[in-house]
């Protein structure tokens, strides 16, 4: 697991929530137009995401992000480079 970072307050063994999800969704939402990305380009990033091995139930074993959330903000990238 050399190069990987874990964020020491998660339990990975317990799945993300129907809570988690839906305040995830409403995170990304309320994030200003001019600040996302376009949908198109934040879908394909998803995409991307969701064929890692690094992705862990919708977090980022890299960087420790939620994965959704960082491919809706105009300007992040993924940590390892896939976009």
Same mark, same amino acid.
């Given at each position: 697991m050399e190069g990987l970072r874990f964020c020491k307050k998660c339990d990975y063994d317990l799945q993300m929530t129907r809570d988690a999800l839906e305040y995830i969704e409403k995170y990304v939402e309320k994030i200003p137009e001019d600040m996302r990305?376009?949908? %198109?380009?934040?879908?394909? !990033?998803?995409?991307?995401?969701?064929?890692? %091995?690094?992705?862990?139930?919708?977090?980022?074993?890299? !960087?420790?992000?939620y994965v959704a959330i960082r491919a809706a903000v105009a300007g992040r990238h993924c940590p390892s480079e896939k976009w």
């Open positions: 990305k376009k949908e %198109d380009e934040y879908q394909h !990033c998803l995409e991307i995401c969701s064929g890692c %091995d690094k992705l862990l139930e919708g977090t980022c074993k890299v !960087c420790g992000c």
